[in-house]
């Protein structure tokens, strides 16, 4: 179970976590929704401790993260962000580094659940081909598949994601989607979702706004509400019925 209390987290004299509390039962999926700039990614980022709230604490098993040695911390927790960077070296490194003792039939595996295939079968070494080398250019989507690749074979107990925030295109949102799936199967997930495409079968949806909590519950609760995340939805629906007026490709 993680427990979160009272998170309180400035950047500067921006405060832009003030007082956020929720719960994870182990194997739940949570997601985060909420206006940009309201803080989710924080929320999600000191889970990992990528840096510490000024105040409040993260229960893990009933142990406070700060006294959690950090790589016992890191084989806990797998993340994916918005916008993962390589390091230049194959693909293949790139993903092994998730689990270095990893063998090549568990990274190919990895690769294979994470939708990554056909990545691989553009360049001609495949998964050996080296990233920032001549001709060689991943879109946004495929990195962070590359990315989800790497968390996959990482195999941790919790996985936090944050969704990019655009795709350069649909096709690569629904493999993206295909691999969050081979990711979080079995997990205690923590998701932020910037379309509200997924949030459906979330065990609960936590919506953020300022830096606040401001509802929580699963989606029929909320819809049945009719305050923030109600609106939120009628807005999607309102726009993927407007794509499908206009033909465009629905997602
Ligand atoms: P969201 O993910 O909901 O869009 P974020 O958590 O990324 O929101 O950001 C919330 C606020 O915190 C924003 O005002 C952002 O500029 C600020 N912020 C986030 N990370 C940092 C950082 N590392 N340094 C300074 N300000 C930050
Ligand atoms: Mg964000």
Known sequence: MIIVKDLHKSFEDNQVLKGVNYHIHPGEKIVVVGPSGSGKSTTASLIPR???????????????????AHPDLM??????????????????ENIRAGRPSATREEVMRAAHLAQCDDILA???????????SKGVYLSGGE?????IARAILKDAPIIVLDEATAYADPENEQQ??????????????????????????????????????VESGRHNELVKKNGEYARMWENYTKTTQWHIGNEVKVR
């Not at 000024?54 to 893990?60: H, P």
């Open 50 to 68: 990528f840096y510490d709230a000024q105040a409040g604490s993260i229960k893990i098993g009933g142990v406070d993260i700060r006294s959690i």
């Open 75 to 92: 084989k806990m927790v797998a993340f994916v962000f918005q916008d993962p960077k390589l390091f230049k070296d194959s693909l293949f």
């Open 122 to 132: 553009k360049f001609p070494k495949g998964i050996d081909t080296v990233v920032g």
């Open 143 to 147: 990195t962070q598949r590359i990315a």
């Open 176 to 213: 993206i989607q295909q691999a969050f799936e081979g990711l979080t199967k079995g997990k205690t997930v923590i998701m932020i979702a910037h379309r509200l495409s997924t949030v459906q079968d979330a065990d609960q949806i936590l919506v953020m706004r300022q830096g606040e909590l």
